[in-house]
C-alpha cells in the first residue's frame, strides 16, 4: 500500500512568516499534486509536478519535487492570513487507472 | 455550470437507516471516485471507477456499495449506518493523468 506521510500536521505562525510542508513515501509517484482545502469545500488543485527535481512557482509559493520522485515539498514566503487552510499533498501511482493517495494534510493558521 | 456537484451537501439520519449520495460530474472525465473525509480531515479513498467499472475497492464495510449507471455519474449507498460513518464524502472525478475536481462534499451525521 502506497503511504504519503506529510507534516507537520498543524501549523501556526504570524503573517510575514516563512514556511515550508512536507510530503515523503517510500514509493515513487507518476506525478505529485498540491491542494488547499478551505473550511467546507472540496480540495482545490494548486500545482502539479511531474519531473524529478521538478520546482514550480505560484506568487509566493514554491513547490518542488524530489530527484527520486518520491517526496515533495511546498514552501510559503511571506505568508498571508489568506493563505490559512489545510493543504493537502497527494500522489499519482502512474498507469492508465492511476490511484489518487491523499496525505493527511496540513492545517495551517496564518495569524495577522 | 458545476463541474461536480453532489447531494445532498447534509444528511442527518439515524442508526440503522439506509442512505444514498448522489455525485455527477460534467466534465467529460472517466474516471470518479468517492473519498472519506474523518473529524481529523484525513482524506481516505473509497472507491475509484473508471468507465463504469469498479478499479478500486479499498477496505470499506460491503455495508458500501457504489453503482454507476453511466460514466458521468457514482452514487454511494450506504446500508445499515452507523456512529462511525459520520464523516465528509467528496465525489471527484479525474481525466486521465490530471487533476482531480472534486464536488463540495457531503457531510453525513449518523445518530
Known amino acids: 500500500t502506497q503511504l504519503l506521510e506529510q507534516s507537520p500536521q498543524f501549523l501556526s505562525i504570524q503573517e510575514g512568516e516563512n514556511l515550508t510542508v512536507y510530503c515523503n513515501s517510500s514509493s515513487v509517484f507518476s506525478s505529485l499534486q498540491w491542494y488547499r482545502q478551505e473550511p467546507g469545500e472540496g480540495p482545490v488543485l494548486l500545482v502539479t509536478v511531474v519531473t524529478g527535481g521538478e520546482v514550480k512557482k505560484l506568487k509566493r509559493l514554491t513547490f518542488q519535487f524530489g530527484d527520486a520522485r518520491k517526496d515533495s515539498s511546498l514552501h510559503i514566503t511571506a505568508a498571508q492570513t489568506g493563505d490559512t487552510g489545510l493543504y493537502l499533498c497527494a500522489g499519482e501511482s502512474g498507469g492508465s487507472q492511476g490511484n489518487l493517495i491523499f496525505g493527511k494534510g496540513t492545517k495551517l493558521s496564518v495569524k495577522p | 455550470d458545476t463541474a461536480v456537484s453532489q447531494t445532498p451537501k447534509y444528511l442527518v439520519t439515524q442508526m440503522g437507516n439506509d442512505k444514498s449520495i448522489k455525485c455527477e460530474q460534467n466534465l467529460g472525465h472517466d474516471t470518479m471516485y468517492w473519498y472519506k473525509q474523518d473529524s481529523k480531515k484525513f482524506l481516505k479513498i473509497m472507491f475509484s471507477?473508471?468507465?463504469?467499472?469498479?478499479?478500486i475497492n479499498e477496505t470499506v464495510p460491503n455495508r458500501f456499495s457504489p453503482k454507476s449507471p453511466d460514466k458521468a455519474h457514482l452514487n454511494l449507498h450506504i446500508n445499515s449506518l452507523e456512529l462511525g460513518d459520520s464523516a465528509v464524502y467528496f465525489c471527484?472525478?479525474?481525466?486521465?493523468?490530471?487533476?482531480?475536481?472534486f464536488g463540495q462534499g457531503t457531510r453525513l451525521t449518523v445518530v
Open positions: 471507477y473508471n468507465n463504469k467499472e469498479l478499479i
Open positions: 471527484a472525478s479525474t481525466p486521465e493523468g490530471g487533476e482531480a475536481f
